[in-house]
């Protein structure tokens, strides 16, 4: 299953695909049965089409992931409609507010809901309903070990590798759980960010160049397969060596 599965384009006319898109369509491709969810109905659509195109099983729930009962209608659907769940990614993420000085307590709270709220709720479904073992990859971000303008969303980002050490040991050894934490990506969110905030874009990264939804899809891929099934309880940076860079 894939929460966050759809994408907002912020106005683009000719919008790069999302992290949420590419991972369906890949994983589609490599012959994976998907449920999909998001809360935007008609993007959710968009990408499960495109999913069917490419001759997958799909299925897809319309939920809030931030909410109780959104996300036990997620797993309580991809269970019946797929005969059983075996994986999750957590593509769930917004920011609000701009600096500690210009962010709300309803701008943190909704923050924390969105973020992370949803990926302990999608943890503990997961480690209760995969009784025959699965995987779980929450979408982090390399925000959460860099400061950032906006406090709430690098707190929250940070938060989610806490809650992936402590998912990974209560699930050990049936579920594996781990963190997929993307640099400068280019997603349409990527570009509004860099309009509002032109340094962005001109950042040095070693690699010459901001990521793609799809290398941000192959490694999740990995983090979902056999091929890491002696990793868990990690964070795989997908950065192009942004983290490791001498800054100036």
């Given at each position: 299953?894939?929460?966050?599965?759809?994408?907002?384009?912020?106005?683009?006319?000719?919008?790069?695909?999302?992290?949420?898109?590419?991972?369906?369509?890949?994983?589609?491709?490599?012959?994976?049965?998907?449920?999909?969810?998001?809360?935007?109905?008609?993007?959710?659509?968009?990408?499960?089409?495109?999913?069917?195109?490419?001759?997958?099983?799909?299925?897809?729930?319309?939920?809030?992931?931030?909410?109780?009962?959104?996300?036990?209608?997620?797993?309580?659907?991809?269970?019946?409609?797929?005969?059983?769940?075996?994986?999750?990614?957590?593509?769930?993420?917004?920011?609000?507010?701009?600096?500690?000085?210009?962010?709300?307590?309803?701008?943190?709270?909704?923050?924390?809901?969105?973020?992370?709220?949803?990926?302990?709720?999608?943890?503990?479904?997961?480690?209760?309903?995969?009784?025959?073992?699965?995987?779980?990859?929450?979408?982090?971000?390399?925000?959460?070990?860099?400061?950032?303008?906006?406090?709430?969303?690098?707190?929250?980002?940070?938060?989610?590798?806490?809650?992936?050490?402590?998912?990974?040991?209560?699930?050990?050894?049936?579920?594996?759980?781990?963190?997929?934490?993307?640099?400068?990506?280019?997603?349409?969110?990527?570009?509004?960010?860099?309009?509002?905030?032109?340094?962005?874009?001109?950042v040095a990264i070693p690699a010459g160049r901001q990521g793609s939804?799809?290398?941000?899809?192959?490694?999740?891929?990995?983090?979902?397969?056999?091929?890491?099934?002696?990793?868990?309880?990690?964070?795989?940076?997908?950065?192009?060596?942004?983290?490791?860079?001498?800054?100036?």
């Amino acid at each position: 299953m894939i929460v966050g599965a759809g994408q907002q384009d912020h106005g683009l006319d000719d919008p790069p695909v999302g992290n949420g898109r590419a991972m369906s369509v890949l994983f589609a491709h490599e012959g994976a049965a998907l449920a999909l969810a998001d809360v935007d109905g008609a993007s959710l659509a968009a990408t499960e089409a495109m999913v069917r195109e490419a001759g997958a099983q799909c299925a897809s729930v319309l939920a809030d992931a931030a909410e109780e009962s959104g996300m036990q209608a997620m797993f309580g659907y991809g269970r019946e409609a797929l005969g059983g769940l075996d994986g999750l990614v957590l593509n769930v993420g917004i920011g609000a507010g701009f600096r500690f000085e210009g962010t709300s307590v309803a701008d943190w709270d909704r923050v924390m809901a969105i973020n992370l709220r949803s990926h302990f709720l999608g943890c503990r479904e997961a480690l209760a309903s995969f009784e025959q073992g699965g995987t779980v990859v929450l979408i982090g971000s390399l925000a959460a070990r860099e400061s950032m303008p906006i406090p709430s969303y690098a707190a929250s980002k940070a938060a989610l590798e806490a809650v992936c050490r402590n998912a990974a040991v209560e699930g050990a050894p049936e579920v594996r759980v781990n963190v997929l934490a993307p640099g400068l990506i280019d997603t349409s969110l990527g570009r509004l960010a860099t309009r509002y905030n032109p340094g962005r874009g001109e950042v040095a990264i070693p690699a010459g160049r901001q990521g793609s939804a799809w290398e941000v899809a192959r490694c999740a891929l990995f983090l979902t397969s056999e091929e890491s099934s002696y990793v868990t309880g990690q964070t795989l940076i997908v950065d192009g060596g942004l983290s490791v860079a001498a800054r100036r």
